[in-house]
């Protein structure tokens, strides 16, 4: 019956418990990538002529989506907090602590949770900190009782102050969109993932919202939500490789992380798909070189899709010279950075099919960040099953430390990703690319989680802009660190950027 109501065939679970016994290999990468190798680095002039690539292409009726994986709860931005309010002091302590009431004030969020302290506890803030009631302020930002943010999820949170009223992460993504994502009839196409318990509470907020954004940009937003499908849920197993059965003797199953994502940007019906975080925002006052590059991406995007076109039209048409071949084999080698040892070997007719099958696939490009000590994953050139290197985006898991050389590669990255991709999910004659038909399986992840105080395993699918897009053409283009402003922990709304 649990499998019937996920959806999920016996087999599918088999296949699921036997990567939890044989896991998953290491992929062998040849480097890391590099604006030497790999990473497109752009002069002005060059960003100026893709921009206008860019703003040309809107001039199409073309579909635009940008789309937002919003899914999770924010409960890890407040852990310190959460930590302060079980500790054995009432007054903080911790450099966190002090950093978050030393600048209370300058959170967007500091008057909605003065009017919930004024409610609940009959004293506005700074008369709750005078009385050394920390605590009382913390608890009215987490719990129900007040904000709530604990539970939250980040696209819900108050992220940055405005003189007209505070934003939301969503409406900072409606912002943005509006700016570099609207089409030639001023529609803007945005999707969000969310929790199912979460829907409520983003349909509400876009019938508050929405009409007041569409005003100030002058567009029309189409606004739509998905859920990740519980047919992506993965079985959990225990110390010994066999299912785990909660208190109830019932079989758990969890999330299969964002690699999951992938069944629900397949069901976009976009020519372009603009993919970043929901905590990656900047306020107003520091969108334009986010605008900016967002622009360069998808200039970048929509002038190598028309080369792919063009070849492959040639292709189609038997019309092709020799030298046209040359052609296509430098541009798969020299711009989509794929290398194949075996090229030269490879008979005419088995050239040509081999360069076609390289060129329809899906396209990315991706924004990549100078390495500055951000967590993430980031650029690599890696071998794949077919024995050929491309770029890929990889995680520190999918690369085996024990290896000098594999270590030394990641440890020489120069960049890394902030996810801040634009997509090409149509071919040449306009038909969508079955998008499950492009992901590694043998690239997914183990993890080690708890259910009711016992451990277990997890099962992670490969990650959305990994391994679920590893079969994808790839580019990777520098962008400024400017273009980066996760957040993280509640702090990191104290930052410049999001002032």
Known sequence: MQLKAKNLTESQVEEQLNYFI??????????????????????????????????????????????VPASGAASRMFKDLFAFLQAPYDAPVTDFEKDFFDGIRDFAFYEALNAVCRTNEGR?????????????VAANLLEPKGLGYGSLPKGLLLFHGYPAGARTAMEEHLAEGALYAGNSEHAVFIHFTVSPEHLPLFEALV??????????????????????????????????????????????????????????????????VFIKNIDNVAPDSRKGVTVRFKKVLAGVLVTLQEKIFEYVRLIESGGYTHDQIEDMIYFLQDVLCIKNPEIRFLEDVELVLYIKKKLMRPLRVCGMVKNVGEPGGGPFLAYNADNTVSPQILESLQI??????????FERGSHFNPVDLVCALKDVNGKK????????????????????????????????????????????????????????????????QHQ
């Not at 506005?124 to 009382?136: N, T, V, Y």
């Not at 003797?249 to 020519?271: E, K, Q, T």
């Open 400 to 409: 085996d430390m024990d290896n000098p050389d594999a270590k030394n590669a």
């Open 207 to 272: 019938r508050e919202r929405k009409a007041a954004c569409e005003t100030k940009y002058g567009v029309t937003y189409d606004l739509s939500f998905s859920t990740q499908q519980a047919n992506t849920d993965t079985i959990a197993v225990d110390g010994a490789n066999a299912p785990f059965r909660d208190a109830k003797g019932r079989l758990v199953f969890r999330p299969g992380g964002h690699g999951a994502l992938i069944w629900n940007l397949n069901r976009l019906d976009s020519d372009v």
């Open 22 to 67: 044989k896991g998953f290999p290491f992929l062998k990468i040849k480097a890391s990538a590099s604006v030497e190798k790999g990473i497109l680095r752009l002069t002005g002039d060059e960003q100026d002529r893709y921009v206008k690539s860019w703003d040309d292409y809107l001039k199409g009726k073309k579909r635009i989506t940008k789309f």
């Open 433 to 496: 690319y079955n998008l499950p038909d492009y992901v590694d399986k043998n690239t997914g992840f183990i993890s080690k989680k708890s259910k009711d105080g016992r451990d277990l395993k997890a099962l992670e699918l490969p990650g959305l802009w990994n391994g679920a897009m590893s079969d994808w053409n790839t580019v990777f283009v520098e962008v400024p660190i400017e273009t980066f402003n996760p957040v993280k922990t509640v702090n990191d709304l104290l930052r410049p």
């Open 124 to 136: 506005d803030i700074p008369s709750l900190l005078a009385e050394g009631r920390f605590k009382d």
